[in-house]
């Protein structure tokens, strides 16, 4: 998809290849044949540039055919190149500029608490966009009002857009902060989908508390030269490259 479109982010997609997987195997709680059910699990890719790996988990699923995937970020396409609400069935949200996925989150998840709706709500974050203080303040308010039927997950893959995390801003010791603003907090290595069942399967955590499940994963994960390599948070694959990726993870 990436490929034919020229287009970019296959990084930060492949680092969250294991949790979609996951989430839409065993985890969420949703119909394809009727993507508004009323009492389906809602899930946010806060981080929407990784719109590829959405839409190629949807389409798996069965929210709409396979077919669409071949019109990604293309012009008058149906898949835009960030995650684009409302003409893609099982998209709850146009994300993309980052830093709003768990504020909306936090609203869905206190009007289901209010409505006693038994609705949760998975919120999948990047570890850059944590940068952004609307996230911190998202983060206060679930638990203020106590959301204990909201998870966020974070894709913990430790490079953002123009460096690592490290060095552009040091999030660490990242599930301590989590826990100060009183979340139940775990971490799980983001690409054991035993591991990221378990966690998942085991919200909300604690009583009363929202929960959040920190994933260390490897940006790039699966292709050799695109793992822990800044570049490919922007780079398409070329013919031969893609060749060569695809072959290392069986597909070709």
């Given at each position: 998809?990436?490929?034919?479109?020229?287009?970019?982010?296959?990084?930060?997609?492949?680092?969250?290849?294991?949790?979609?997987?996951?989430?839409?195997?065993?985890?969420?709680?949703?119909?394809?044949?009727?993507?508004?059910?009323?009492?389906?699990?809602?899930?946010?890719?806060?981080?929407?540039?990784?719109?590829?790996?959405?839409?190629?988990?949807?389409?798996?699923?069965?929210?709409?055919?396979?077919?669409?995937?071949?019109?990604?970020?293309?012009?008058?396409?149906?898949?835009?190149?960030?995650?684009?609400?409302?003409?893609?069935?099982?998209?709850?949200?146009?994300?993309?500029?980052?830093?709003?996925?768990?504020?909306?989150?936090?609203?869905?998840?206190?009007?289901?608490?209010?409505?006693?709706?038994?609705?949760?709500?998975?919120?999948?974050?990047?570890?850059?966009?944590l940068d952004e203080g609307s996230t911190w303040e998202a983060i206060l308010f679930a638990a203020h009002h106590r959301l204990d039927d909201l998870v966020a997950i974070v894709d913990y893959n430790k490079i953002q857009s123009f460096g690592r995390v490290a060095d552009v801003l040091d999030l660490d010791p990242l599930a301590e902060k989590w826990r100060a603003f009183r979340w139940a907090a775990r971490e799980i290595d983001g690409h054991d989908h035993d591991a990221i069942a378990a966690a998942l399967a085991a919200v909300p955590f604690e009583t009363g508390r929202p929960s959040v499940v920190v994933a260390h994963t490897v940006k790039g994960k699966g292709v050799s030269f695109m793992e822990n390599d800044l570049a490919w948070h922007y780079k398409s694959p070329d013919p031969a490259q893609l060749a060569r990726a695809l072959a290392e993870i069986g597909a070709a």
């Open positions: 998809m990436v490929h034919r479109a020229n287009a970019s982010h296959i990084g930060g997609c492949l680092s969250i290849a294991d949790l979609l997987g996951v989430l839409y195997t065993s985890v969420l709680r949703v119909d394809p044949r009727r993507p508004d059910w009323p009492l389906r699990d809602h899930f946010i890719l806060s981080k929407g540039h990784a719109a590829a790996a959405l839409y190629a988990v949807l389409a798996e699923r069965g929210f709409f055919p396979l077919e669409w995937l071949e019109d990604f970020c293309r012009d008058g396409g149906r898949l835009c190149g960030h995650v684009t609400s409302p003409r893609v069935p099982g998209v709850e949200v146009s994300t993309g500029y980052l830093g709003h996925g768990l504020s909306i989150g936090c609203g869905m998840a206190l009007a289901a608490a209010r409505a006693r709706r038994p609705t949760r709500v998975f919120v999948l974050l990047s570890d850059g966009e």
